[in-house]
């Protein structure tokens, strides 16, 4: 073998193996269920978010508690989900908790811009219609301390539901939109599905009366 070949096939060791080691750090992503690369596992809020943590965050939004059980087992299809209290870190029977008058659930995502120009909107009607319907927020992404940042900065304070794993829009079938908002009648039916965002308390009211006639 002559020493040109010899460099030669040294070159091409050392590029196959720095190959490979890229090839590995690409691939260095934790396993999801049954060993799946790559598969996220949602979870209702991040591990950073420990009730210390979020001590200071839930102090600034200063949220309502969130709407109490009432005797009706509520929305068939939310029967069995529960999902966390973002005001004070309760676990909350969504079903049993929406139940027993009209409700305009309101799913949104700190991140989405649209979501926060209709928070304040859903606010303002609720103000408006007072105890005839309740308004609830769905925070649809695991990182609740930013969720209480974003409702304190906007200065809307409604119960809201930390929910990171989306478990109330696929009970409800919501599409994968935000914001998206669902109209609940007062037996627990769903009234209307609305993949769309709202601009003024106005167009949720009218939205809304549409949905129940």
Same mark, same amino acid.
């Given at each position: ?40 596992? +949602?979870?209702?809020?991040? $591990?950073? @978010?420990?009730?210390? =943590? /979020? !001590? %200071? ?5 200063? *949220? ?21 209290? +973002?005001?004070?870190?309760? $676990?909350? @029977?969504?079903?049993? =908790? /929406? !139940? %027993? ?5 309101? *799913? ?42 974003? *409702? ?62």
């Amino acid at each position: 073998m002559t020493t040109s070949t010899r460099w030669t096939l040294l070159v091409l060791a050392v590029v196959a193996a720095l190959v490979a080691a890229l090839f590995v750090e690409l691939d260095d992503t934790p396993p999801g269920p049954a060993g799946d690369p790559g598969t996220t596992v +949602a979870r209702t809020h991040r $591990d950073a @978010d420990t009730p210390e =943590a /979020l !001590a %200071g965050p839930r102090q600034r939004a200063d *949220l309502p508690p969130c709407p109490a059980g009432a005797d009706n087992p509520g929305p068939r299809e939310l029967r069995g989900v529960v999902v966390e209290c +973002a005001a004070d870190g309760a $676990d909350v @029977d969504v079903a049993h =908790a /929406l !139940a %027993g008058r009209p409700v305009v659930l309101n *799913l949104w995502a700190y991140w989405c811009g649209p979501c926060a120009e209709e928070l304040p909107a859903m606010a303002e009607y609720q103000r408006r219609v007072g105890d005839d319907v309740s308004v609830v927020t769905v925070h649809q992404d695991e990182n609740e301390t930013a969720a209480l940042l974003r *409702l304190a900065e906007l200065g809307v304070r409604l119960p809201t539901l930390q929910d990171g794993q989306r478990k109330i829009a696929a009970a409800l079938r919501v599409p994968n939109v935000m914001p998206a908002t669902v109209v609940l009648r007062a037996d627990g039916s769903v009234a209307k599905i609305l993949p769309q965002a709202f601009t003024s308390a106005d167009e949720i009211a009218a939205a809304v009366k549409n949905a129940v006639q």
